[in-house]
């Protein structure tokens, strides 16, 4: 009689079971054998573990027509890059040399090769001098589109900064300026110099000096003033205010004078001197105070008829200064000048006429 198939019973108690068949199932078919001798159905023979099941022709006519499909697509893509790659080669330049060209020269130039020309920055260069192009891009030799831009960045000249004025000007704020400012470097050390213009502890001059283009951070030096060089402060009491101005004057002095009525001194003397002078120094350019006489005025006696020696001993013992005229041999005074009761400065000349 025919084959029949025999199916193994699906077991009812879980998944276990059902996954054997499945996979049994999943296997293939399974040939039908019939043990010799026996008179019972045939079964199924399970093929050995690992034995591929045959892939029908239809599946495999459907994974040649991707693999096919998937190399058109490629060779497609290629065709279409070489092709692009051939377009943009055929329509493209090599960039000009600008560099070392004025950004006017440069344009010029990329015109000329049908190229268009922009200054995107500016550096500071020690080679290249203000407005000369430094770099492009593209870099000179490269590959451009025809009609493309070619970008620059042009040189601003070297980078320097200039020293500022700072005479008069006092420490802090002279290392603020060149600091903050001019983007110089002060130096750690002051020198310091006697000056008879500049107050003490004020700027001189720089080195170097005022004016002068430097790199960033070059170092200045900052020449400060001690003050005014001291110099002997003379001794001028007991002299003329005229004189005693002079002397004072020519060592560098300034001098102040103030009166003082007396009649002790002559008209105009020194009276009294500050800062004393003698045996010190100061500064030139201090300022020294002069008390002057300012004498009362006296009134001239009578010495006509006098013996000449006491007339002279009065007058003197009066302050006034006195001088003998006439006859050498004289001892009599027969006249005066000026004349008696006249009202005269303290130390005033009085002429005397003997006989």
């Given amino acids: 009689g025919s084959p029949t198939l025999a199916f193994h019973h699906v077991p009812p108690d879980g998944a276990a079971g059902a996954h054997a068949v499945t996979e049994q199932i999943a296997r293939g078919p399974a040939a039908l054998v019939k043990r010799p001798g026996s008179t019972g159905p045939a079964v199924p023979r399970i093929p050995a573990q690992g034995v591929p099941y045959p892939v029908p022709a239809r599946l495999q006519h459907r994974r040649r027509r991707g693999v096919l499909a998937l190399l058109a697509v490629l060779v497609t893509a290629f065709a279409v890059g070489i092709g692009a790659w051939q377009v943009a080669v055929g329509n493209s330049v090599d960039t000009p040399s600008l560099i070392g060209l004025t950004a006017e020269q440069a344009q010029a130039k990329a015109t000329e090769a049908g190229l268009k020309f922009r200054v995107v920055d500016q550096e500071f260069d020690e080679t290249y001098p203000a407005g000369q192009v430094l770099s492009t891009d593209p870099g000179p030799g490269r590959n451009i589109s025809a009609s493309g ?17 700072l005479e008069n000007v ?4 002279a290392k603020r300026r060149l600091l903050d400012e001019a983007s110089l470097t002060v130096r750690d050390e002051v020198t310091e110099k006697y000056s008879d213009t500049i107050a ?6 720089t080195d170097p000096a005022a004016g002068t283009a430097l790199r960033r951070d070059a170092v200045v030096t900052l020449i400060v003033s001690k003050g005014a060089k001291p110099v002997d402060l003379p001794d001028v009491v007991g002299k003329s205010v005229e004189e005693a101005t002079a002397i004072l004057t020519d060592a560098g002095f300034k001098v102040v004078t103030r009166e003082q ?7 105009g003397t020194v009276l009294e001197q500050s800062p004393t002078g003698g045996n010190r120094k100061l500064p030139r350019g201090t300022t020294i105070d002069l008390v002057v006489a300012k004498s009362a005025l006296i009134v001239v006696p009578r010495v006509i008829g006098m013996d000449v020696d006491d007339a002279v001993e009065l007058l003197e013992r009066m302050g006034f200064d006195v001088d003998r005229a006439g006859l050498p ?11 008696p009761g006249t009202e005269v400065p303290y130390g005033s000349r009085i002429t005397l006429r003997v006989f």
Avoid at 170 to 173: L, S
Avoid at 261 to 267: G, K, V
């Fill in 149 to 165: 831009t070619i970008t620059a960045v042009v040189s601003k000249g070297p980078e320097r900064y200039t020293v500022p004025d």
């Fill in 261 to 267: 009525e007396t009649n002790e001194a002559a008209n």
């Fill in 329 to 339: 041999f004289g001892d009599r005074v027969v006249d005066q000048d000026p004349e």
């Fill in 170 to 173: 006092d420490v802090a704020e």
């Fill in 200 to 205: 003490k502890g004020k700027i001189i001059r």
